[in-house]
């Protein structure tokens, strides 16, 4: 593997802003959607660098210039925390990146991260209102490249090493505890340092980041950027304390009693992986999505044995059982590994009830995974406790059911089998009860999520909630907006502005 | 075993990398303060680590790294003191993580210890305990034993060795047991054979227990689990499966209890012994023993190769 494949961060000059002549409308919609550089498929397949690229500033500029920068932009309804997308937008256009930057992190903390894992097609770019004719504007990509660029410029009050960091007023003397470094967590933890309050985060894992560092892989989210926000965070005077599993070390109520703490945010996110409870899925060989991932990506698993102890699966064929983000990553995350030769994708429903990302499942096909589409499993087989095999049966589409999505209904003699010394279980996350558990007069629902009103706010009296382990698993903006509504109430609660 | 300290060996690895930092995020420096070499390859730690110290429990754990490129292992909670701030832990040297943590010196730190972890052990009153320990499970049963002579129960504890040198913590035992009952494979001290041995003849004397606690090996585990069952005496287990995070998240350390899937970290490690599935658990212990087997090479080799250079240095 060499280096020069990694993304190659944007130019450092910032062009002079150009006054150029105004486009019409329909000028604007004749420029094709700007396609996105990548790895070659079949090299990228085999290394665990970033996949995209990324924009250069040229290509950023020119496809700024599709947006309409309408007045009443469709685009910002469909961004869960509200991105104002024209006027970040209109920067760019102009070559005026640091002030795209400025208009663009009012909203989003993490920008660099959402340009990358957003579900865009499903949220800001579904909604736009050049989507209904041609291609929508490519929102997401513009946006990571903002963010990329400013980090390479760290002098524009990036998160690079030379940061600028915001004024931040006298401290108020409140204290707030924030549980998991998740990005609700991260989120509501940077909005209350700002306002000159006390902050440390406690994370279970000996890593801040959550999903970002243990489950998204390093080629869909390189862990440096991730740090990098970290590290920000840390320079806003956020105490970051990992090890520290709330619940065990300290409860909820220690924390506020005995600690101090006025206020506690939870942001634990949705960690407790589905087994499937079918035959033989306790066999060596089969693994949850959150075991294989976190032992390749937060261990560094693959880099076992030279410089990393954390042993990985080594297996030849490998079935990832799912269709979700969670599951795509594994799969493409198996096949990454020197000795993987064949990864599948066995998911019950068809491609276009598939959950994950469009571009996950575009770049898994491409780099040559195999999806066994209306297929589902049913039993594990192996020999001497190990796994060699997944009877699996074929499927098709009944009546909708109460989620609107048809139906998968078994088709009877349909069973065939296939060779697999591994298999990854990715049907979903429940919620951690270890908190539920430690926390008395803590309401929750009866799947374990804990019940929050809008601004976050739980049953017990200075207990805000966000994220994942309120909604169930979900997205990383969304999970950032809750943990932003929440530092604002927490904000009210603390200062005594609202009881 | 090779006398090189692991702070050269880990510093020789970091370099190579370019790595600098040992520690991982925030304030804590988990030092190991004494650290005393017993017998049979059993290590003796007392690490800083304050926040455990003050809610550790009879039968929880801690999860630990000792540096950035480590793995994170579970080992027992022995002993903690609340005041000093330290935790005890007993480690035997099987593999690579253990092996090059018994390299380290007091005054090294380890990256990471997180706990206290799982449910602490169920102590009731006015029970007769009747505690096996095998290896490091000596040291595991320790803590649970004083938590039932705390409370005033009778405690008998019966711990084994293959031979009389290689006794662990008899005179730690024997202050907090009523009783202390041994066996050696060898005979060389006490009853001849293994701990159930003991356990057998106490049964068939009909002497008077109310729980049975047993850690150590599964087979000695699922032995004593065996002989209790027809004698219908409640019998503990604390389940030793492969573990990574120790709160829930991963699954790897499922085991089968009484038909229902657990997992050890949070719903353990204790359970019922007449109920555990103790061939599945052997079964997935055995889960990466080929990639262990790697990784024990490879470490020998940059054992040896270390060796060389200080031999040349010198
Ligand atoms: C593999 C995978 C891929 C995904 N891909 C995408 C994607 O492409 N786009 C997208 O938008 N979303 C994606 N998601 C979903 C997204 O990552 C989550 O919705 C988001 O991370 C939720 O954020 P959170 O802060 O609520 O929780 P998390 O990110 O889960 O973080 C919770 C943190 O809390 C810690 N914690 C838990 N319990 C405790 C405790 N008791 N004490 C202390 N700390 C604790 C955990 O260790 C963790 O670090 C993906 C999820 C997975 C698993
Ligand atoms: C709850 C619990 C408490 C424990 N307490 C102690 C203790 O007090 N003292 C002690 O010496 N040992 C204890 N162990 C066992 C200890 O964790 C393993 O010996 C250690 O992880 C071996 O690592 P290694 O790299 O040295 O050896 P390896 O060569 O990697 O492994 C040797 C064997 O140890 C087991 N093992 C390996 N990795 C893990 C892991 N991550 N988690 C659990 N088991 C693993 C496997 O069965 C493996 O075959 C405990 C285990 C559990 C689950
Ligand atoms: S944060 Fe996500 S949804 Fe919002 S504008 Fe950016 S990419 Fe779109
Ligand atoms: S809806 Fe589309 S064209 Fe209009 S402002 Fe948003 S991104 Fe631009
Ligand atoms: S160790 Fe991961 S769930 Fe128990």
């Known amino acids: ?499 | 075993m090779s006398a090189l300290s692991a702070i050269q060996l880990l510093a020789h690895k970091l370099e190579r990398e370019g790595q600098t930092n040992i520690t991982s995020y925030g304030d804590s420096v988990f030092r190991i303060l004494e650290k005393n070499d017993l017998a049979a390859k059993v290590f003796r730690y007392v690490i800083e680590a304050p926040d455990v110290a003050k809610k550790a429990k009879a039968g929880q754990f801690v999860i630990l790294r000792l540096y950035n490129d480590g793995e994170r292992i579970p080992i027992t909670l022995a002993d903690w003191n609340v005041a000093k701030g330290t935790i005890t832990l007993y480690v035997q040297a099987i593999g690579k993580t253990t092996i090059m943590m018994s390299m380290m010196k007091a005054g090294d730190a380890l990256a990471d210890v997180v706990g206290p972890l799982g449910i602490p052990s169920h102590v009731e009153k006015g029970k007769t305990l009747v505690a096996l320990g095998g290896g490091f499970g000596i040291a595991a049963i320790h803590p649970i034993v004083r938590a039932h002579k705390l409370i005033g129960n009778k405690t008998i504890s019966i711990i084994g060795a293959r031979t009389k040198e290689l006794m662990l913590m008899e005179n730690e035992m024997r202050a907090i047991s009523d009783d202390v009952r041994i066996a050696t494979d060898d005979g060389s001290y006490g009853t001849k054979g293994f701990v159930t041995t003991v356990l057998k003849s106490m049964l068939e004397n009909r002497e008077l227990m109310d729980v049975v606690l047993a850690i150590g090996p599964v087979v000695m585990m699922k032995a004593v689990a065996d002989l209790t069952r027809s004698y219908g005496v409640q019998t503990l287990v604390s389940l030793n499966p492969i573990m990574m995070d120790g709160t829930g998240m991963c699954g790897a350390c499922r085991v089968v209890v009484g038909d229902k899937l657990q997992f050890a970290c949070v719903d353990g490690p204790e359970f019922d012994a007449h109920k555990v599935d103790f061939e599945l658990l052997v079964a997935r212990q055995k889960m990466y023993s080929p990639q262990e087997k790697i990784s024990m090479e490879l470490f020998n080799k940059i054992c040896e190769a270390q060796e060389h250079r200080e031999t040349a240095a010198w």
């Open chain 1, 1 to 499: 593997m060499n280096n020069d494949t990694q993304t190659s961060p944007p130019r450092t000059d910032e062009p002079m802003a150009q006054i150029k002549p105004k486009l019409s409308n329909k000028e604007r919609m004749k420029i094709p959607r700007h396609p996105m550089p990548e790895q070659n498929p079949l090299e990228r397949a085999r290394n665990f660098f970033e996949v995209p690229l990324g924009y250069t500033p040229e290509m950023a500029m020119e496809e700024a210039e599709r947006c309409l920068l309408c007045k009443k932009a469709k685009c910002v309804e469909g961004c869960p925390v509200n991105v104002q997308i024209p006027d970040f937008i209109e920067h760019v256009a102009a070559g005026n990146f640091s002030l795209a930057a400025q208009a663009l992190k009012q909203m989003n903390a993490l920008p660099a991260v959402c340009g990358r894992v957003c579900p865009q097609e499903d949220q800001c770019e579904s909604l736009c209102v050049i989507g209904a004719k041609v291609e929508p504007v490519a929102v997401g990509r513009l946006e990571r490249f903002v963010a990329d660029w400013e980090r390479a410029n760290p002098a524009n009050g990036g998160t690079g090493s030379k940061v600028k960091i915001p004024e931040l007023p006298p401290p108020t003397g409140k204290k707030v505890a924030i549980i998991g470094a998740g990005p609700a967590g991260l989120t509501c933890a940077g909005d209350l340092a700002k306002r000159g309050h006390a902050v440390t985060i406690f994370e279970a894992l000996h890593k801040p980041g959550g999903v970002l560092v243990y489950g998204i892989p390093e080629f869909r989210l390189p862990k440096q950027i991730v740090e990098a926000e970290v590290q920000y965070l840390e320079k806003l005077g956020v105490q970051i304390k990992c090890d520290f599993v709330v619940g065990m070390t300290r409860t909820i109520d220690e924390l506020m009693n005995e600690d101090g703490y006025d206020a506690v945010f939870i942001g634990t996110g949705a960690g407790l992986p589905y087994f499937m409870g079918l035959p033989g899925e306790n066999l060596n060989g089969v693994y949850s999505a959150n075991e294989f991932l976190t032992r390749v990506n937060l261990m560094k698993g693959f880099e076992f044995p030279n410089h990393a102890d954390t042993p990985v699966p080594m297996a030849k064929h490998v079935v990832v059982v799912g269709g979700g983000n969670t599951a795509m990553d594994a799969a493409r995350t198996a096949l990454r590994l020197p000795w993987t030769e064949k990864v599948y994708i066995v998911y019950r429903r068809s491609h276009v009830e598939m959950p994950a990302r469009k571009e996950e499942i575009h770049h898994g096909e491409q780099e040559g995974i195999e999806f066994l589409l209306l297929t589902n499993p049913t039993r594990f087989l192996g020999k001497d406790g190990w796994l060699n095999g997944v009877e699996c049966q074929k499927m098709e589409l009944g009546e909708p059911d109460a989620s609107g999505r048809r139906k998968p209904v078994a088709i009877p003699g349909s069973e065939f089998t296939l060779e697999a010394e591994a298999v990854i279980i990715a049907v979903g996350n429940g919620s951690n009860p270890l908190i539920n558990k430690t926390t008395p007069g803590l309401s929750v629902t009866k799947y374990g999520n804990i019940i929050a009103d809008e601004s976050g706010k739980t049953s017990r009296e200075g207990v805000w909630a966000g994220g994942d382990i309120v909604i169930g698993a979900a997205t990383v903006i969304k999970a950032m907006g809750a943990g932003k509504s929440a530092a604002k109430a927490i904000d009210e609660f603390v200062t005594g502005k609202k009881q």
